[in-house]
């Protein structure tokens, strides 16, 4: 893996209606990330923090646009800000490592980095889908959206964001840890093949053997792996400073098998780490645990 990171804060909170989650960056950082990225051997260069031109305020926070999509205009200005950021990162020859701040960013990040490859791959670890649109949305909050709008369903001036059309095609897409899908994301998943692991699907087979196929799923096909990783794709026993927790996710352990297995293959380019909220945390327990999910992505070992 490349060994030249930028870290990129993508503080907002604009996808979801819970404010904190902006902070998550900062969190993260405080929980020793960089530190930690030093002492594995990478050079990490910290571009601070995006916030776009509209800030996070709570008297601000919570508009609902006519297609019923929360806080749209911050949604499509910060993202078109990140972007630019990510796409000069990879252009530089980095490693992004996108920091969050809710799923929506997923957007501006899948718009940066798809430019500089010709078939994307997205490993999207999370307990949700995030492959709604407007219609299918039971809450119009668009961090349950970004794959979707990736794929290219949805409003348009999101899926043409940064450079028209889609990001990533279904077909090259892994989802790993479902456990709570709306029912207009299992049609979609179902009409469009997408490979997907749900949480029985884990249990049964066990992390190494889920990895194992995603990873046969898409190293032929694609010429880079990013990988989007919610930390409610976690059980909230372990990551319990997330907005939307779901009972019954991965463990910390799994986590770790998960990533150290990307990390041998040798082909994961470019990273989110999402949905860390300090507001809802205890004592940073989730931030704390998220960089030790980087720290095995980026070649931590037990021995």
Known sequence: MNQNAHIIGAATAFGQPRLGV???PDAL??????KMLKELGLSVTDKGNIKGN???EAERHNIKND?????????????????GAVDASVSNGAFPLILGGDHSLAIGSLAGISRHYENLGVIWYDAHGDLNDSRTSPSG???GMPLGISCGIGDADLVNLYDAGPKVKPENIVLIGMRDLDEGEKQYIHD???????MTDVKMMGIAEVMKQALDHLVEKCDGLH?????????PMETPGTGTPVDGGLSLSETQLAMSILNDSDRITSMDLVEVNP????????AGKAVEIAASLFGKKQL
């Open 22 to 24: 902006d902070l998550g």
């Open 29 to 34: 950082r405080y929980a020793g990330l960089t």
């Open 54 to 56: 509209f800030e996070v």
């Open 67 to 83: 297609d019923n999509l929360l806080n749209y205009d911050a949604v499509k200005d910060f993202n078109t800000i990140l972007a």
């Open 141 to 143: 909050n668009i961090h």
């Open 192 to 198: 469009n093949d997408i490979l997907t692991f749900t």
């Open 227 to 235: 990988l989007s990783l919610d930390v409610d794709g976690l059980d």
């Open 279 to 286: 507001l809802l945390d205890d004592g940073n327990k989730t």
